[in-house]
């Protein structure tokens, strides 16, 4: 007897974190894909409604039952200005039994925190940068041991990174005290590496994940003694000259292999964090050529002038198509049979 396919939904509900006003353009920006995420499910035919979730997360679950949704779109990236608070969106809905888009909670927890996802995929044989976790590691370092540069292990979108994050090696242990004095929270140092950037878009679809038109990143007239990364104005300061110079490029067919070489990668994570819907694995490559993940964007930005709607529309995908793509990872049926977002 085959089972009954589940009746198709018909409600959605877009959770997102709420975004105080005069927020920062990185908070801002949660409210553009807010936009394009509603505008692609009212195509696919649900009804939308939309929830800030805010640090009263008792408020957020009983309005959350009480709309009882046929589904969640999880577009939780911080709670309370904290993005290690992000995965608790996540498990509220599983308590409430609501199914929800995107990664489980559990891997939303585990790729969030960048020094336990370290640990994971160094155990899973998964190539990322050497790194330390705290100042006693960081003193034994050999002070002529080449350049480090301190992140956090929770916060994202570049949270704290300038030119200053990347210090020489006997720098480390300063520079790590420095920054948990300054904004509270925990900061790793991760060996720098010199070479090429890329970003590796994943999309669910009928056959597993699907590997996307990967981007580098390219950092154009970047003066030698600055480090060439993404940092807080690159990413989100349109006035600086960072922001101006940091490009996208789509890889053309001269780099199948790397692209190829990538791609087997970041399946590997999607499949060790157990991924779903969609993801983008950060990379860089030294000039040897040695391929390492900085880390893995589980539920990654989906606005239109990001790296995944410009890897998804350089497959031919569109945005709809990705929202329906995600949905239906979710197991949810869309409303209008014979729409092609399926994959
Ligand atoms: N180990 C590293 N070597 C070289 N550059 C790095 C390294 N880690 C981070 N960066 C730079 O910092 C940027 C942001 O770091 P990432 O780990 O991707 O954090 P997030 O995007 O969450 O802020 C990267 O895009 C890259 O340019
Ligand atoms: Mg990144």
């Known amino acids: ?55 009263d997360l008792a408020d957020v679950a009983r309005t959350v039952e009480a709309i009882a949704p046929d589904f969640a779109f999880n577009l939780v990236e911080q709670i309370d200005g904290r993005d290690a608070l992000l995965p608790l969106a996540a498990y509220l809905l599983e308590r409430a039994r609501i199914p929800y888009t995107g990664a489980p909670a559990a891997a939303l ?47 994202h979108a570049s949270f704290g990174l300038s030119a200053a994050s990347v210090v020489r090696a006997d720098a480390v242990a300063g520079r790590l005290r420095r920054c948990t004095a300054a904004h509270g929270g925990s900061w790793f140092a991760e060996r720098y590496i010199h070479g090429r950037e890329f970003n ?35 990413k989100w300061q349109p006035n600086s000259a960072a922001y101006r110079n940091t490009r996208r490029r789509l890889l053309g067919a001269e780099a199948a292999l790397l692209a190829g070489r990538l791609g087997q990668i970041a399946l590997r994570c999607w499949h060790l964090f157990g991924l779903r819907g969609y993801a983008r694995v950060d990379f860089r490559v030294d000039e040897s050529g ?31 198509e990705v929202v329906g793509r995600i949905v239906v990872d979710a197991g949810i049926r869309l409303p209008r049979a014979g729409n092609s977002a399926t994959g």
């Open 290 to 320: 040695t391929p390492f993940v900085l880390e893995v964007n589980a539920n990654p930005c989906l606005s239109p002038d990001a790296g995944f709607a410009a890897a998804a529309d350089a497959a031919g995908i569109d945005l709809v």
């Open 109 to 155: 927890a585990a790729s969030t925190e960048k020094t336990l996802a370290k640990r994971l995929m160094a155990a899973a044989g998964i190539p990322t940068p050497e790194w330390c976790e705290t100042g006693m590691e960081a003193g034994q370092l050999s002070p002529d041991d080449g350049l480090w540069i301190v992140k956090s292990a929770t916060e």
């Open 200 to 234: 590796v878009s994943l999309l669910a679809g009928s056959a597993g994940p699907q590997v996307l038109p990967v981007s580098e990143i390219v950092f154009i007239d970047c003066p030698p003694e600055r480090p060439a990364i993404v940092d807080y104005a690159a």
């Open 1 to 55: 007897m085959t089972a009954r396919a589940p009746a198709p939904a018909r409600s959605a509900l877009i959770l997102h974190g709420a975004v105080a006003p005069g927020a920062a353009a990185d908070d801002e920006d949660t409210l553009v894909q807010v936009g394009v995420v509603t505008a692609a499910l009212r195509k696919l035919g649900f009804a939308v409604e939309t929830l800030e979730v805010g640090r």
